[in-house]
C-alpha cells in the first residue's frame, strides 16, 4: 500500500523560498507508471495543480508558476521535493503530493496535505 506524508515549515515570510517534502511509503518512486504530483488548495478556492515529475524524471509544472517551481526527488530517501521560490501571500494554501499512473487522469493516492501560511 503506497502512502505520501507531506511536510514542510508551516510559515514563511513573503520573498522567501518554500521548500516541502513528500515522503513516499509502499513503493519505489522511479518504478512502474508512477506519475508524482503537487497540487495546493487556497483558502476558501479551489484545489489547482502545481506541477509533477514522472517515474522518468521529467519535471512539469503549471506555466503561472512556472518560473518559480522546482519539482525533485531524492531516490535514496524515496522523497519528492517542491520549492517554490518569491513567495506572496497568495501562496497560502494546503499543499498536496498524490500519485497517479501516467495511464489514468485521476490520482489514487494522497498524502494528508501540509498546510503553508505566508506571512507579509
Known amino acids: 500500500q503506497v502512502q505520501l506524508e507531506e511536510s514542510g515549515p508551516g510559515t514563511v515570510k513573503t520573498s522567501q523560498t518554500l521548500s516541502l517534502t513528500c515522503t513516499v511509503r509502499?513503493?519505489?518512486?522511479?518504478?512502474?507508471?508512477?506519475?508524482w504530483s503537487w497540487l495546493r488548495q487556497p483558502p476558501e478556492k479551489e484545489p489547482e495543480w502545481v506541477g509533477a515529475?514522472?517515474?522518468?524524471?521529467?519535471?512539469y509544472n503549471t506555466p503561472s508558476l512556472k518560473n518559480r517551481t522546482s519539482i525533485s526527488w531524492d531516490t535514496s530517501k524515496n522523497l519528492l521535493t517542491l520549492q517554490l521560490a518569491s513567495v506572496t501571500p497568495e501562496d497560502t494554501a494546503v499543499y498536496y503530493c498524490a500519485r497517479r499512473d501516467r495511464l489514468s487522469p485521476g490520482y489514487d493516492t494522497w498524502g494528508p496535505g501540509t498546510r503553508v501560511t505566508v506571512s507579509s
Open positions: 515529475i514522472h517515474y522518468n524524471g521529467y519535471f
Open positions: 509502499g513503493t519505489a518512486i522511479t518504478t512502474g507508471n508512477n506519475v
